[in-house]
């Protein structure tokens, strides 16, 4: 069955020939043209991933993932942004984004984004630990579902994914190549801030005090290390 994209984009050209290439691609495609639209069919109709505009009427972009994580759906989001906007990516990045992809854009580019998003994690064996708990938090692995002292956390898909990376390798050090490698999917030379921010997302979510984390360290000059 191949995957199902939804495209949020105002533009009327760039969502019909951004449509016709990923349906080329082999993914079924279901368009919204204003972030109304989109955040109602991305909250009624199950999709495999989200590619966002970040200026859209009605509501903006940032507005449409921030509610979209709200409902508590962890649908992979990748936002569509203008060049030299560097706060708006980071602000997506924080309420919920995935990624992000700058106009204008290569279509090969694109596309390895969008491979990397929805690239599944490898399948496990059934005796692997299915549940962790560290601090006051408790992450169902088979649910996808994070609680704080009983409370549900939202996590994007990213972030989730990131989490659950950390506690299949706790108390390892890993360098910022190696979670862009086995978490998103890119080459070690695509360096980027993505790791940074979600590392800090989760640490917001998560610890107790995130400007002092007790279970997601700074490993100085290399990455980061999760200690349960």
């Known amino acids: 069955m191949p995957d199902h994209i939804l495209l949020v984009e105002d533009e009327y050209a760039l969502r019909m020939t951004l449509g016709d290439r ?13 972030g109304d639209e989109g955040l109602g069919k991305a909250t009624t109709d199950p999709f495999d991933l989200i590619i966002l505009d970040l200026m859209l009427p009605k509501r903006d ?10 409902a508590g759906l962890i649908t992979p989001i990748l936002m569509l942004t203008a060049r030299g906007r560097t ?29 990397a998003l929805l690239r599944r994690a490898p399948v496990r064996a059934a005796t692997a630990c299915e549940v962790h708990q560290f601090s006051t938090v408790r992450v169902d692995i088979r649910g996808t579902e994070v609680t704080r002292d009983d409370a549900a956390v939202g996590l994007s898909a990213r972030e989730f994914q990131l989490l659950r990376f950390f506690l299949e390798h706790a108390n390892v050090t890993l360098s910022r190549q190696d979670l862009l490698t086995r978490v998103w999917g890119y080459s070690a030379s695509a360096f980027t801030r993505t790791v940074d921010v979600h590392v ?22 290399i990455g980061y290390k999760f200690r349960a």
Request: hydrophobic share 40%; charged share 35%; glycine share 6%.
């Open 200 to 221: 800090a997302a989760l640490r917001q979510k998560l610890e107790d005090d995130p400007k002092q984390p007790r279970h997601f360290l700074t490993v100085q000059g």
């Open 87 to 115: 706060v708006d990516k980071v602000d997506g990045l924080k309420i919920g984004a995935d990624d992000y992809v700058t106009k204008p854009f290569k279509m090969a580019e694109l596309l390895a984004r969008i491979e």
């Open 61 to 70: 972009g940032l507005t449409v993932c921030r509610d979209i994580r709200s």
């Open 22 to 34: 990923l349906r080329k691609a082999g993914y079924l495609v279901d368009c919204a043209a204003d």
